[in-house]
């Protein structure tokens, strides 16, 4: 009788032993799933986290970029609003380059100077004395029978001729200069000057004009050469 009550609570002991198993696992499991779902849900966060902070940044850019395209748009409005204004200070400012570069003709008040052969023949030199002197003064504009003087232009004796922008020239000699008429003719005439020199060797004449007309460089390419120039651009 007593052995059946042993083995009887020895199988209730088994039995509340695996159900305490089983409520330990079942606990175990529980905690490593909570601990799976907690880990899930902090990275979950920081992925959230991650990816707001992408939108945020992406979200920034693009308000630069359309603060940047706005400003262009202002930009472009403003000069359409000006573009007559622009376009005439364009046209000037070629005008002006024109002009410079002896590319028009152009007429002015100025002076008007005659160099003959007398005790000596005209050479180079006599010329470059009066066009030197007449660019010191002042002179807008220059020619030398006729031929526009520029940056570009060589006046050198090829005897028995003179050439000036390869064309070949002879006594007389008749240079135009456009400027105040006054301050060119007293720059030549002063003492000991240019007109004084070469009056000792040379029939000179100088005469004020309130037109001068002085016709443009030919534009034939043999004057002003660029075939040979590279713009640079502006870093």
Known sequence: MSTGRNIGRNFAITIICLILGMMVAWQYKSINYNESIASYENRRIETLK????KLQKSNTELRTKLQKLQEEV????????GSDEAYKNLLKELDAVRIFAGMTDVKGKGVIITLEDSFFTVIDSDILLVVNELRAAGAQAISVNDERIVAMTEIRDALPYIMVN???ITSPITIKAIGNPEQLEHSLKMINGVIEKLQEYLKVTIKKSDEVFIPKIRDDGSVIKTNLLTPVTPK
């Open 166 to 168: 390869g064309t070949q």
């Open 50 to 53: 991650e990816d707001l902070i």
């Open 74 to 81: 202002r930009l472009y409005e403003t000069a359409q609003a």
